[in-house]
């Protein structure tokens, strides 16, 4: 068990609609990633906040956002669902925001758009 | 263009053989190297670190190396198991201007046959 908690497991939504994925990092971490992982893809950077303030922006879709809460947890909202957005979306969470932190990962939300 | 790349794509042996892996990246500046294990459907899991002083490290029938100057490393995996296929995933941090992001590589396939 890595610290992380991500909720729910799994969802089941409809074109157009908009879900929250929530994240729990390890007691103490500040910073906070989200990954998007799709069928046979690697995990692709979409953002990273730390303490609350955003840190870096990857390939996020406009339709998606997230933010960090002042208890560190972390919600990454995707609205206007498509077809093409249903993946595994993983969080991870490190100490620091930068240098030789280690990251761990939770078990992930699998996203399934119909 | 920061990039991580693997090699092989996937890979199949026989339960009790050796195996490497190997990840090559262009990712300036460097800050360090990890090695996760991913299950199908888990989150990814921290096999080992390296700074870009380090050039090996091994974690049980782990072993990473690192060659800073050529930009590549291997992972070795000795007696394999069965319980070692997964997807394994090299993951490059970078710092000052790439603010401590992680670069993740497509990562290489394993099936370990009994």
């Known amino acids: 068990d890595s610290g992380v908690t991500q909720t729910p497991k799994h969802l089941i939504t409809a074109t157009g609609q908009r879900v929250t994925l929530r994240c729990s990092p390890r007691?103490?971490?500040?910073?906070v990633y989200w990954y998007q992982q799709s069928l046979d893809q690697g995990l692709q950077f979409l953002i990273q906040y730390y303490n609350g303030e955003e840190r870096a922006k990857g390939n996020i879709l406009e339709r998606f956002s997230a933010q960090q809460f002042p208890d560190l947890h972390s919600e990454l909202n995707l609205s206007s669902l498509e077809l093409g957005d249903s993946a595994l979306y993983f969080c991870?969470?490190?100490?620091?925001?930068?240098?030789?932190?280690?990251?761990?990962f939770g078990q992930g939300t699998r996203l399934t758009v119909v | 263009k920061n990039q991580v790349e693997q090699s092989p794509q996937s890979l199949i042996i026989l339960e009790g053989k050796n195996c490497t892996l190997q990840c090559n990246y262009t990712v300036s500046p460097f800050s360090n190297l990890r090695w996760y294990k991913q299950d199908t459907g888990r989150g990814p899991v921290s096999l080992t670190i390296?700074?870009?002083?380090?050039n090996t490290k091994s974690n049980g029938r782990y072993t990473a190396t690192l060659d800073a100057d050529t930009k590549q490393s291997s992972l070795h995996i000795t007696a394999s198991q069965l319980s070692d296929s997964a997807s394994y995933i090299c993951v490059v941090s970078g710092r000052g201007s790439t603010l401590g992001r992680l670069y993740f590589g497509r990562g290489t396939q394993l099936t370990v046959w009994p």
């Open positions: 007691s103490g971490d500040l910073s």
């Open positions: 991870a969470s490190s100490p620091r925001d930068r240098g030789n932190t280690e990251a761990f």
């Open positions: 390296m700074t870009f002083s380090e």
